[in-house]
């Protein structure tokens, strides 16, 4: 079974370039989360779909950030304009969302952004 | 959201038992206990999760007390592969609500 991917691996931009993050979770996966992770810190959730609905996006900054999931398959995260502070890998994760194994969400390996 | 207190390292040697504790006081009725490992450069792994008493798998056992305010990740048996990043999380039945923390780097020496 294919696990989480995501792409790309790693991205360097400067300042005030737009830049977006891709992911194709687990087929057949329901849910789909997207984190944060600062380096020397657990990951913070942004995002998080059920199907192609956003249910909690409470904690994404919206004036720069901005995320879709068409179909309820593979989503996109982008960001514009990127800033300084938003130098940190983020990742990708999915469940199946049917309640097996409530707290075990499967994660992609993360694309590591710097920005200059 | 429950938060949970791990140790933010911890050492041990090859072929020992290792424990992490976790306190998590204001732990819910309906909220699950789960572990995770993380290595570097990667996403995190499920290890396992547990409600109460204690839950075995091939990886690990979790032991939680009958007051559920604290939980116990046991290792056996550590290697060198094991060095890595251990969150402990408190979630509602359907996690839709993660908080990770900053997590316990376990150091395994030869």
């Known amino acids: ?116 | 959201l429950a938060k949970t207190t791990q140790p933010i390292s911890m050492d041990s040697y090859e072929g020992q038992e290792v424990n992490i504790t976790c306190s998590h006081n204001n732990i819910a009725t309906n909220d699950y206990i789960t572990w995770y490992q993380q290595f570097p450069s990667q996403g995190p792994r499920f290890i396992i999760q547990g409600y109460k008493t204690k839950v075995t798998n091939e990886v690990a056992s979790l032991f939680i007390p009958a007051d559920r305010k604290s939980s116990t990740l046991s290792l056996p048996r550590v290697s060198l592969s094991d060095t890595a990043v251990y969150y402990c999380l408190v979630g509602k039945g359907n996690f839709n609500k993660f908080y990770f923390g900053s997590g316990t780097k376990l150091n395994v020496k030869p």
């Open chain 1, 1 to 116: 079974e294919a696990g989480v991917v995501q792409s790309p691996r790693y991205k360097i931009i400067e300042k005030k370039q737009p830049v977006a993050f891709w992911c194709n979770p687990i087929s057949g996966h329901n849910t789909l989360y997207w984190y944060l992770q600062n380096l020397g810190q657990g990951p913070e959730l942004l995002i998080r779909y059920e199907n192609e609905e956003a249910v909690d996006d409470s904690q994404l900054p919206k004036d720069r950030f901005s995320a879709e999931r068409l179909k309820g398959v593979d989503s996109t995260l982008k960001i514009q304009p990127a800033e300084l502070g938003d130098s940190a890998v983020y990742l990708c994760a999915s469940s199946p969302g049917d309640g097996r194994a409530p707290g075990e969400q499967f994660f992609g390996p993360g694309t590591r952004l710097t920005v200059l």
